[in-house]
């Protein structure tokens, strides 16, 4: 009940597609979803939240789609450039302040 | 500013031997924590720290153990070094739990043979 499932493992697109990253939860005491962009050998940093009470939220070309009555909530990227491709791990967190990690999505963005 | 800094980048165990992995923070953050990451995986969570002389175990802190004299340091212990640790581990923090953002450093990967 404290996963978070996340697909596809992997992904490519060319520049300019909209690429969409999927996870989904059981825990419904979740109720901050947040997403961590990974370049390599750096550590995961924070891209964008969303609380619950909310059904999307947009920052720059990245906006989340958030659906409370399925628990799934997913990442899109808008005019995808090629210095988006990194890993992106999808979280969720309960009031305790961890975070529980998805398995991660390697993004390839194509010239 | 140098946020969170660990030591040593990469590191060569042989099985049965120890180590710390070092961690340390310069934003007088309280909340520090341990993850793993491997392949298709993500990140686990191995131990956390809400504040100075508090620790908990979190997902998968078998082969573990930390302390937190002061809100600068984190170390991770592994005693008896396996294969199965063989990852990349990251540390990081935040002021006040997840909804404040977490802070990683950049990392040390080590290997078990």
């Known amino acids: 009940q404290q996963q978070v499932k996340q697909s596809p493992q992997s992904l490519i697109v060319q520049k300019g597609g909209i690429p969409i990253i999927n996870c989904a939860y059981e825990?419904?005491?979740?109720?901050?979803f947040p997403w961590y962009q990974q370049f390599p050998g750096k550590g995961p940093a924070l891209l964008i939240a969303?609380?619950?009470?909310?059904s999307e939220k947009k920052e720059g070309r990245f906006t989340i789609s958030f659906n409370k009555s399925a628990k799934q909530f997913s990442l899109h990227i808008m005019d995808s450039q090629p210095g988006d491709s990194a890993t992106y791990f999808c979280?969720?967190?309960?009031?305790?302040?961890?975070?529980?990690f998805g398995q991660g999505t390697t993004l390839q963005v194509k010239p | 500013n140098a946020g969170v800094t660990q030591t040593p980048k990469f590191r060569i165990l042989k099985i049965g031997q120890s180590m710390t992995l070092q961690c340390t923070q310069d934003m007088n953050h309280n909340y520090m924590y341990w993850y793993r990451q491997d392949p298709g995986m993500g990140l686990k969570l191995i131990y956390y720290s809400v504040g100075a002389g508090i620790t908990d175990k979190g997902e998968v802190p078998n082969g573990y153990n930390v302390s937190r004299s002061t809100t600068e340091d984190f170390p991770l212990r592994l005693e008896l070094a396996a294969p199965s640790q063989t990852s990349v581990y990251f540390c990081a923090n935040s002021r006040q739990g997840a909804l404040y953002g977490y802070t990683f450093g950049s990392g040390t990967r080590l290997t078990v043979v």
């Open positions: 979280a969720a967190s309960a009031d305790t302040g961890k975070l529980i």
């Open positions: 825990n419904t005491a979740f109720d901050y």
């Open positions: 969303i609380r619950p009470d909310v």
